[in-house]
C-alpha cells in the first residue's frame, strides 16, 4: 500500500506546476523547499491510504448479488411409527411398522407470486402418507403431495389454486372434519389480516367429465371465518365457524370403494352433506406450562340424514418441541354416521371415518430441538349405526419424529 502512494505521489508531483517549471539548480534548492515537498508527499500518501481503506471497507460490506436459490426455502418431516391395532371386529390383532416422509419446498417467483411443490411417501390414500414397511426391504413409493401457486391480488388477501395443505383451520389440529395430511385440489382464496381470516374454496372430487365430455365432475364448495383474540398477556383465544357442501348423492365412493361409514344405498351415497361446523380454542398457561383447551362442533344440515351431528373437546399440556420438553393430551370424540363426508374425516380415530366415538390420549418428550418421541393411544367404538353393534377398537402409536425448515 505505502509503494502505491508513494508511486501515486511521485507521479502528482511530476505533473505539479513544481516540476512543470524550468529545472531549479541544485544551489536555488533551499532546505524549506525540501521539507514542504517532503510533508506534500507524506500528506498525500496518507490520503490515498485512507480512501483505500474506505473502498475495501466497502467492498468487504457490499452484499452479493441475489441469485434464485435465495428465493428457495425448503421444509419437510420424517415419522417412524410403530402400531398395534385390535379390533373386535377381526380375528387377531394387528401390528406393523410404518413410515412417512415428506419434503417440500417454497418459491417466491416475485413479491407477489410464490409457488411451492412437496412429495410425500405413501399411496393415492388421500389421508394418508404412512408407507407399511417389507417387502424384503423394497423400495417405497413417492407421489407428489402438493403443488400450488399462490397470487396475492390485494392486501392480506391470496388465490392459491393447485393441489394445497388443507386453508380451513382445525382447532388444537382436531380431525373431525378434516384429516391432517389431506391435500385438497382446487382454487381457494383466503383473506387473514392477523385478527380475522376468510377462506373460500371450490375443490374437486373428479375435475374431468371424460374424452366425450359426457361423464360427471364432481365439485365440493365451502366457506369458513375466524377471529384471532387475546384475553390478556398469556391468554387468547380463536373463535370460527364453516360451511361445506360436498353433494354426493348418487355418487359411487371416491376412495377404494368405501363409504367408511356415510349411508350408502345400492352402492351409491345415499345423502349429501351440508356441514356447518362452529369451535372454538383457548391458548394460555397453567402453572407456567403452555396449554390448549378446544370444542369443536359438527352438523350436516342435509334434511334427509338421522345420524347427523358430531363433537370434540379436548385440551393440550406443554410442547415437546426441545430436549426435554413434554407434553399430554386428551380428546373426547362423537361423530355419528352422516356428520361428515367420512372419507376426508380422520383416518386413525375408530379406524377412519364415521360412526364412531371415544378417547384418545396422547404424551410425547422431547428428544433434541424438532425431534420428539410419543405415544398415542385409542380407546374408541363404531358401528353403532351402521353395524347396529358396537365393536371396541384400540389403537397404540408409538412415533419417533423429526422435522426441519
Same mark, same amino acid.
Given at each position: 500500500?505505502?509503494?502505491?502512494? #508513494?508511486?501515486?505521489?511521485?507521479?502528482?508531483?511530476?505533473?505539479?506546476?513544481?516540476?512543470?517549471?524550468?529545472?531549479?539548480?541544485?544551489?536555488?534548492?533551499?532546505?524549506?523547499? !525540501? =521539507?514542504?515537498?517532503?510533508?506534500?508527499?507524506?500528506?498525500?500518501?496518507?490520503?490515498?491510504? @485512507?480512501?483505500?481503506?474506505?473502498?475495501?471497507? !466497502?467492498?468487504?460490506?457490499?452484499?452479493?448479488?441475489?441469485?434464485?436459490?435465495?428465493?428457495? =426455502?425448503?421444509?419437510? @418431516?420424517?415419522?417412524?411409527?410403530? /402400531?398395534? #391395532?385390535? &379390533?373386535?371386529?377381526?380375528?387377531? /390383532?394387528?401390528?406393523?411398522?410404518?413410515?412417512?416422509?415428506?419434503?417440500?419446498?417454497?418459491?417466491?417467483?416475485?413479491?407477489? +407470486?410464490?409457488?411451492?411443490?412437496?412429495?410425500?411417501?405413501?399411496?393415492?390414500?388421500?389421508?394418508?402418507?404412512?408407507?407399511?414397511?417389507?417387502?424384503?426391504?423394497?423400495?417405497?413409493?413417492?407421489?407428489?403431495?402438493?403443488?400450488? +401457486?399462490?397470487?396475492?391480488?390485494?392486501?392480506?388477501?391470496?388465490?392459491?389454486?393447485?393441489?394445497?395443505?388443507?386453508?380451513?383451520?382445525?382447532?388444537?389440529?382436531?380431525?373431525?372434519?378434516?384429516?391432517?395430511?389431506?391435500?385438497?385440489?382446487?382454487?381457494?382464496?383466503?383473506?387473514?389480516?392477523?385478527?380475522?381470516?376468510?377462506?373460500?374454496?371450490?375443490?374437486?372430487?373428479?375435475?374431468?367429465?371424460?374424452?366425450?365430455?359426457?361423464?360427471?365432475?364432481?365439485?365440493?364448495?365451502?366457506?369458513?371465518?375466524?377471529?384471532?383474540?387475546?384475553?390478556?398477556?398469556?391468554?387468547?383465544?380463536?373463535?370460527?365457524?364453516?360451511?361445506?357442501?360436498?353433494? !354426493?348423492?348418487?355418487?359411487?365412493?371416491?376412495?377404494?370403494?368405501?363409504?367408511?361409514?356415510?349411508?350408502?344405498?345400492?352402492?351409491?351415497?345415499?345423502?349429501?352433506?351440508?356441514?356447518? /361446523?362452529?369451535?372454538?380454542?383457548?391458548?394460555?398457561?397453567?402453572?407456567? !406450562?403452555?396449554?390448549?383447551?378446544?370444542?369443536?362442533?359438527?352438523?350436516?344440515?342435509?334434511?334427509?340424514?338421522?345420524?347427523?351431528?358430531?363433537?370434540?373437546?379436548?385440551?393440550?399440556?406443554?410442547?415437546?418441541?426441545?430436549?426435554?420438553?413434554? /407434553?399430554?393430551?386428551?380428546?373426547?370424540?362423537?361423530?355419528?354416521?352422516?356428520?361428515?363426508?367420512?372419507?376426508?374425516?380422520?383416518?386413525?380415530?375408530?379406524?377412519?371415518?364415521?360412526?364412531?366415538?371415544?378417547?384418545?390420549?396422547?404424551?410425547?418428550?422431547?428428544?433434541?430441538? &424438532?425431534?420428539?418421541?410419543?405415544?398415542?393411544?385409542?380407546?374408541?367404538?363404531?358401528?353403532?349405526?351402521?353395524?347396529?353393534?358396537?365393536?371396541?377398537?384400540?389403537?397404540?402409536?408409538?412415533?419417533?419424529?423429526?422435522?426441519?425448515?
Amino acid at each position: 500500500m505505502k509503494r502505491t502512494a #508513494i508511486c501515486l505521489a511521485v507521479s502528482a508531483l511530476t505533473a505539479s506546476p513544481l516540476v512543470m517549471a524550468a529545472t531549479p539548480t541544485a544551489a536555488e534548492i533551499d532546505q524549506a523547499s !525540501v =521539507q514542504d515537498l517532503k510533508k506534500y508527499v507524506l500528506a498525500l500518501s496518507q490520503r490515498i491510504e @485512507d480512501m483505500e481503506a474506505k473502498t475495501d471497507k !466497502v467492498v468487504a460490506s457490499a452484499k452479493p448479488a441475489k441469485t434464485w436459490a435465495d428465493s428457495i =426455502q425448503w421444509s419437510g @418431516d420424517v415419522r417412524y411409527r410403530y /402400531e398395534n #391395532i385390535d &379390533n373386535d371386529a377381526k380375528t387377531d /390383532e394387528r401390528n406393523r411398522n410404518r413410515i412417512r416422509a415428506r419434503i417440500g419446498l417454497t418459491a417466491q417467483i416475485t413479491d407477489d +407470486v410464490k409457488a411451492g411443490v412437496a412429495l410425500a411417501s405413501g399411496s393415492d390414500d388421500p389421508v394418508s402418507s404412512n408407507q407399511t414397511l417389507g417387502g424384503g426391504a423394497s423400495s417405497k413409493g413417492i407421489n407428489l403431495d402438493q403443488g400450488w +401457486v399462490d397470487w396475492k391480488f390485494a392486501p392480506n388477501t391470496h388465490l392459491i389454486a393447485g393441489k394445497t395443505k388443507n386453508l380451513y383451520y382445525a382447532p388444537a389440529k382436531s380431525g373431525l372434519v378434516w384429516d391432517g395430511d389431506l391435500r385438497p385440489e382446487g382454487v381457494n382464496v383466503k383473506y387473514d389480516n392477523g385478527t380475522i381470516w376468510a377462506v373460500a374454496s371450490y375443490h374437486f372430487l373428479n375435475s374431468d367429465d371424460g374424452s366425450s365430455g359426457t361423464g360427471d365432475i364432481e365439485e365440493m364448495f365451502g366457506g369458513q371465518v375466524g377471529y384471532n383474540g387475546n384475553i390478556n398477556d398469556n391468554t387468547s383465544f380463536i373463535v370460527g365457524a364453516g360451511y361445506y357442501y360436498i353433494p !354426493v348423492e348418487g355418487s359411487a365412493s371416491f376412495v377404494d370403494g368405501d363409504f367408511f361409514g356415510n349411508s350408502e344405498i345400492a352402492g351409491m351415497h345415499a345423502l349429501d352433506y351440508k356441514v356447518a /361446523e362452529v369451535f372454538a380454542e383457548v391458548n394460555t398457561k397453567v402453572a407456567g !406450562v403452555p396449554a390448549t383447551f378446544f370444542a369443536d362442533f359438527v352438523q350436516n344440515t342435509e334434511s334427509d340424514a338421522d345420524e347427523d351431528t358430531g363433537y370434540a373437546i379436548g385440551f393440550k399440556l406443554g410442547k415437546a418441541k426441545g430436549r426435554g420438553d413434554v /407434553e399430554f393430551g386428551y380428546m373426547y370424540e362423537d361423530l355419528e354416521a352422516d356428520a361428515v363426508y367420512a372419507a376426508f374425516t380422520d383416518s386413525d380415530f375408530g379406524g377412519g371415518g364415521t360412526d364412531v366415538k371415544g378417547h384418545k390420549l396422547s404424551a410425547a418428550i422431547g428428544l433434541s430441538k &424438532n425431534t420428539k418421541l410419543g405415544i398415542t393411544y385409542f380407546n374408541n367404538e363404531y358401528g353403532d349405526y351402521t353395524l347396529s353393534d358396537e365393536v371396541d377398537y384400540d389403537r397404540v402409536q408409538i412415533d419417533l419424529a423429526t422435522k426441519f425448515k
